[in-house]
């Protein structure tokens, strides 16, 4: 199987890792910037143009201004996309990416949403399925950089913490808030994000920034008998109600084996992408 990444930044070379760590060697790379290939460790094809990828697999990981036109060209041609998220940052142009999908009948379009493979997530979901929605979930998402120029903490950030709440509580929010803000007067995004979900039986609060002093990415989730503590740094759920283990599991792996391999459902895929997007773009009434 040969295997393309479109971009080899900070995520693409990660996915490029996480691609020689699985097995997967035959890559080739279209980078519009000079490579350090020291840094990396191997060398591997390039090509000048993403359009001369001809690729079974394709890693789209570019900023999200320039996924339109690439997911696209690649659907159009049958091949399967994994998009890094968001997939666009509007509504109308990712549901042209899926309908472009199902025309053509060949080519699969897969999202990054990288927590839904998580171990932690899963467990947490197991609890829900137990013992009914939580009251609560606050979640903060907060570490130094990487600083975008591109997307806001809301998009960049933010983003993986709308996933995780859609795909726990399996609902839209009945009413939402947004607060973007910036911590760094020089950042050209908002750097800094809040947000207020409200759902039926739950209410999630996000906390998400870049320009914060140290890594926390750690979840409260308030039930009406006891609490779950998620801590994402650690792997690590600790419960009021049950003992739990969590293995040694890469989400990342989760995610990327899952792509290749066709196994996953395309439906959920979609709803989750597009319900992302519609909560994301959400104007906030504050």
């Known amino acids: 199987m040969r295997i393309g990444i479109v971009g080899l930044g900070y995520w693409g070379k990660i996915i490029l890792k ?15 910037s000079p490579i350090d290939w ?13 359009k001369e990828l001809n690729c079974e697999k394709v890693f789209v990981v570019t900023p999200p201004e320039s996924h339109f036109n690439i997911c696209s060209y690649f659907l159009e041609n049958g091949q399967d996309v994994f998009c890094e998220k968001p997939l666009t940052l509007d509504l109308s142009t990712s549901e042209t990416l899926y309908r472009i999908a199902k025309r053509k009948n ?20 197991k609890i829900i399925e137990c013992y009914g929605p939580p009251k609560n979930i606050m979640g903060n998402r907060l570490n130094y950089g990487p600083v975008r120029t591109d997307v806001s903490a809301r998009w960049d950030l933010a983003s993986h913490d709308v996933s995780i709440a859609l795909h726990l509580l399996r609902e839209m929010p009945i009413h939402i808030q947004w ?22 039986n739950t209410t999630v609060q996000i906390n998400a920034s ?19 503590y998620w801590d ?51 104007e906030s009434s504050i």
């Open 232 to 282: 994402d740094s650690t792997m690590s759920v600790k419960s009021d109600f049950c003992e739990l283990s969590i293995g040694p599991v890469s989400p990342l792996h989760n995610s990327i084996n899952s792509f290749i391999n066709d196994a996953f459902s395309k439906n959920e895929q979609e709803i989750l992408t597009l319900n992302t997007i519609k909560v994301l773009s959400h």
């Open 210 to 228: 870049w320009e914060y002093g140290k890594k926390d990415r750690t979840y409260t989730l308030e039930f009406d008998d006891g609490f779950v």
């Open 18 to 32: 996480n691609l020689r760590e699985l097995g997967y060697d035959n890559i080739v790379i279209c980078e519009s």
């Open 38 to 50: 020291s840094s990396i460790g191997s060398k591997y094809p390039e090509v000048n143009s993403y």
């Open 106 to 125: 060949k080519g699969s379009l897969f999202v990054d949403w990288i927590f839904t493979f998580n171990p932690c997530v899963e467990a947490i979901g």
């Open 179 to 200: 607060t973007d803000f910036r911590r760094n007067g020089l950042s050209t995004q908002a750097d800094s994000t809040v947000g207020v979900l409200s759902f039926e």
